[in-house]
């Protein structure tokens, strides 16, 4: 994921403490919003803990009505907020739309599976505690921020707000300075629905305000963006010792097997290295070929790629690269991997633009290139020749990243999956670990850590509450400066019965 930048190309700031969004394909302004100060944020924080009390306090019923409520208020809505989507990442509206699609499914299972996975539970006490009852429940933090990111302003942060809200919390929504309008329609919609207390609220402006956020005394902060920007946000939150959720991008790779299908597995890596220009942090951006199949799988891939085009008519199937200074980041990896041996089968150094980009098929590509090295970003594939799978895990898993991975292959799929250094893995299939509720979604390494996503979605957003309660007295009281020696000896006996025999 890109970094986000102080005051970035992309948006406009004048004298009145506002700033302007953008349309990346003609530079139109789309919208006009405030730049919140830290004071502005603090209020804003304060306003959600009186929130927060009561939205907990409806309980995981009334909350799953008023989130059931606003998903079919966004169902009805999808057009409009999909343009909105269009006119801020410039991205087309078809794409747009299945982003929200996909939010819209993880609304629902947030709001079914809530009291399932965060209701009380008993616990054994086990032997030496008998009399005691032991339960545990997992119950609001109180306040979460989010800070989201530009490339799919909805599906993200709404993999963290979706189940901050379902778990109990209220939230404060800082969206990237690249689609400040999507994340007003969003806050706008919820507060349709949900309008007696500020549950979910907006600010918005640059990094000083997302700063502010961090250090504003929320309960938990989640972030989606780049490492670096991950690294300051941890050091802000560190002041108060607020727990972070980062979600820091990726490099990753799809594997391709001898028995694999080839024309979906080529299909697969030109969809997801090239969707959405590229800027898919669970994009495909490294591929990994077996040797008795490379020469058919390229061929496939050039052919598929070769009828891909960016640009902003209705027939373009990508539209351009949102934040402006990714286009340099993209023109040096191609540049880079080119100086250094590497041929381009589609695109190629021409292929970088003023605001678009477009496909570049790259092979023979160095693995300590900058191509294969860092996240590019870009409607960009390298594709290298492996001897065996074997060969191919050990350079997937030869990065500093660790967030999604593809592999297609029929006897070996799962095997291969596990052997991944990854959060996810789709097997025979691209990013569909995205789209399934159900699953966690998050990285290692420099791609992050936590869970959005699935029950470990919404326990990050959760504190786990243990209760022990004394249901009878005790025939021996451990816990009383009156245990007698006669005690001890009897404690001694039993545990020596239950745990002091040889294997």
């Known amino acids: 994921m890109t970094s986000v930048q102080t005051k970035p190309a992309g948006a406009e700031q004048d004298a009145r403490g506002t700033f302007d969004s953008l349309d990346p394909a003609t530079d139109e302004v789309v919208g006009t919003y405030p730049i919140h100060t830290a004071e502005d944020v603090a209020e804003a924080v304060a306003r959600a803990r009186e929130a927060a009390a009561w939205w907990a306090g409806l309980g995981f019923a009334e909350r799953a009505e008023r989130l059931r409520r606003w998903k079919g208020m966004i169902t009805r809505r999808v057009g409009q907020l999909a343009e909105v989507v269009h006119a801020e990442t410039g991205k087309p509206h078809a794409d747009a739309a299945l982003e929200i699609v996909l939010a819209i499914d993880h609304l629902e299972w947030a709001a079914k599976n809530a009291r399932k996975v965060l209701r009380q539970r008993k616990r054994s006490s086990g032997l030496l505690m008998a009399n005691q009852s032991a339960t545990v429940e997992y119950q609001p933090l109180g306040v979460v921020g989010v800070i989201g990111p530009w490339n799919y302003p909805v599906f993200t942060p709404m993999g963290s707000i979706i189940y901050a809200l379902a778990a109990g919390n209220a939230v404060v929504f800082k969206p990237s300075e690249y689609t400040p309008g999507v994340g007003k329609w969003l806050v706008d919609t919820f507060a349709d629905i949900v309008s007696e207390h500020p549950v979910l609220q907006l600010v918005t402006g640059y990094g000083e305000t997302g700063a502010a956020l961090c250090r504003s005394g929320v309960d938990k902060l989640a972030f989606t963006g780049s490492p670096g920007t991950g690294r300051k946000i941890m050091a802000a939150c560190a002041e108060n010792l607020t727990p972070v959720l980062i979600e820091a991008g990726g490099k990753d790779a799809l594997l391709v097997d001898e028995d694999a299908d080839l024309a979906a597995a080529a299909d697969a890596a030109v969809w997801g290295g090239m969707s959405n220009a590229g800027q898919t942090c669970v994009g495909v951006e490294r591929v990994y070929v077996h040797e008795k199949v490379y020469d058919d799988f390229v061929t496939k891939v050039v052919d598929i790629a070769g009828t891909v085009r960016s640009g902003s008519d209705p027939e373009a199937k990508i539209g351009p690269i949102t934040m402006p200074a990714q286009l340099g980041i993209i023109r040096r990896h191609i540049a880079d991997a080119l100086a250094r041996g590497g041929r381009a089968l589609v695109g190629?150094?021409?292929?970088?633009?003023?605001?678009?980009?477009?496909?570049?098929?790259?092979?023979?590509?160095?693995?300590?290139?900058?191509?294969?090295?860092?996240?590019?970003?870009?409607?960009?594939?390298?594709?290298?020749?492996?001897?065996?799978?074997?060969?191919?895990?050990?350079?997937?898993?030869?990065?500093?990243?660790?967030?999604?991975?593809?592999?297609?292959?029929?006897?070996?799929?799962?095997?291969?999956?596990?052997?991944?250094?990854?959060?996810?893995?789709?097997?025979?299939?691209?990013?569909?670990?995205?789209?399934?509720?159900?699953?966690?979604?998050?990285?290692?390494?420099?791609?992050?850590?936590?869970?959005?996503?699935?029950?470990?979605?919404?326990?990050?957003?959760a504190r786990p509450k243990a209760i022990a309660r004394q249901r009878f007295k005790p025939p021996m009281n451990l816990t009383s400066f009156n245990r007698s020696a006669k005690t001890d000896a009897q404690v001694a006996k039993l545990i020596t019965m239950l745990h002091g025999k040889r294997r």
């Open 348 to 461: 190629g150094s021409d292929a970088v633009g003023d605001r678009y980009v477009q496909p570049t098929v790259l092979v023979d590509v160095p693995e300590d290139s900058e191509a294969v090295r860092e996240e590019t970003f870009g409607p960009t594939l390298t594709i290298a020749k492996v001897h065996d799978m074997d060969e191919a895990v050990a350079k997937a898993n030869d990065t500093r990243y660790g967030l999604g991975a593809t592999v297609f292959a029929k006897r070996r799929g799962m095997e291969l999956a596990r052997r991944l250094r990854s959060g996810m893995t789709s097997v025979n299939a691209v990013i569909s670990f995205a789209g399934i509720p159900s699953l966690p979604f998050g990285g290692i390494g420099e791609s992050g850590f936590g869970r959005i996503h699935g029950p470990e979605g919404l326990k990050e957003f």
